[in-house]
């Protein structure tokens, strides 16, 4: 099994010879990696298993679109960091409960931003995905500023009111005409936040405006109109207010988690589209050992389905 590790990634080495951590057209990674940040435990039923924590869910829903999750402790150092990002073929904020400019949180995922950008302009492909407060924390590094207000839609499934944008973008080019259809028309889209950012804002912040597609927008409780899907006109930067992986590993009976048929092809094309986006990362670890013991598989999901809304979380 070492010997083929090495192999692997011998061969790895070798085809991006002269350029070790980008992207060479025509070149798949069919092994990627990716990278998801540790969150910031904020619940007290869950203080006695770790300090940051993981939902299963985002795990399963990476490696369901044929990718392994390296978990991210927060608080490394940006050395540590700069290593990691050329270990790693795509990154995924995920949803949660932290300040997104002053946390411990936000200051990691900056520096995967920075490194994401820089990359990019490189012509090293490397792929963000940001998930309700992943998707908030994007329009954050991107505008430079926290433009979030209250558009709260809380335990709810909407369908999506899809831009004009929509029928051109890349995250939904793999979508057959019927599931767009019902993607428009039907609750496929679970949604558990407080806060978003407005279409009216979005569309008048310059930067934000230049950088994103606006995919969908939606309907808030209080009836304001706020931005759901996103996608980067120039970088493979994307993302959703709304929760894709719910679909297919949350269960609670309490919770709008759509299960429908259709919810499930719109969770599945989803992860495969981003799984797909990272396989055109070439980037890898120096060593076979370096990456078996950064994988998520050394660690054991707890069962935290009787206290919270996910089945399983992972703790540090």
């Known amino acids: 099994m070492l010997r083929l590790c090495t192999l692997v990634y011998l061969y790895a080495v070798c085809v991006s010879d002269g ?27 869950m203080m006695r298993f770790g300090k940051t ?51 411990d949180y936000a200051r990691a995922a900056k520096a995967f931003y920075r490194l994401a950008v820089e990359s990019n302009d ?64 039907e609750d496929l889209t679970g949604n558990f936040h407080h806060y978003g950012v407005t279409e009216k804002t979005f569309r008048g912040n310059e930067k934000l405006q ?3 597609s606006v995919l969908s927008t939606n309907i808030a409780e209080n009836g304001v109109e706020f931005v759901s899907t996103i996608e980067g006109r120039k970088y493979p930067f994307y993302g959703v207010q709304w929760h894709p992986e719910v679909n297919r590993f949350q269960w609670d ?14 969770s599945s094309l989803l992860s495969e589209f981003f ?13 076979p050992e370096e990456e078996e013991a950064a994988l998520i598989y050394n660690y054991t999901p707890v069962y935290v389905g009787n206290f919270s809304g996910y089945e399983q979380c992972y703790f540090f």
């Not at 350029?19 to 039923?45: A, C, K, W």
């Not at 799984?275 to 070439?282: F, G, T, V």
Request: include cysteine.
């Open 122 to 185: 490189a012509g090293d492909y490397f792929p963000l995905w940001g998930t309700c407060m992943g998707f908030q924390l994007l329009t954050v590094l991107v505008a430079g500023e926290n433009l979030l207000s209250n558009t709260t839609a809380e335990n709810v499934a909407f369908p999506l009111n899809l831009t004009v944008e929509a029928t051109s973008s890349r995250m939904f080019e793999s979508f057959p005409t019927d599931l767009m259809k019902a993607l428009s028309q």
């Open 19 to 45: 350029f070790p951590t980008g992207h060479l057209e025509g070149s798949v990674n069919d092994r990627p990696i990716i990278g998801m940040l540790t969150q910031e435990v904020v619940d007290d039923g």
């Open 210 to 212: 230049q950088f994103f």
């Open 53 to 103: 924590y993981i939902p299963a869910s985002y795990v399963k829903y990476v490696e369901s679109g044929g990718s392994r999750v390296m978990p991210i402790r927060l608080n490394q150092t940006l050395p540590e960091y700069e290593k990691i990002f050329k270990s790693i073929n795509g990154m995924m904020f995920i949803g949660g409960a932290v300040d997104l400019e002053t946390s």
């Open 253 to 266: 009976p309490d919770m709008q988690f759509p299960h429908s048929h259709n919810a499930v092809r719109v």
């Open 275 to 287: 799984i797909n986006e990272a396989r055109k990362s070439l980037h890898h670890f120096d060593k």
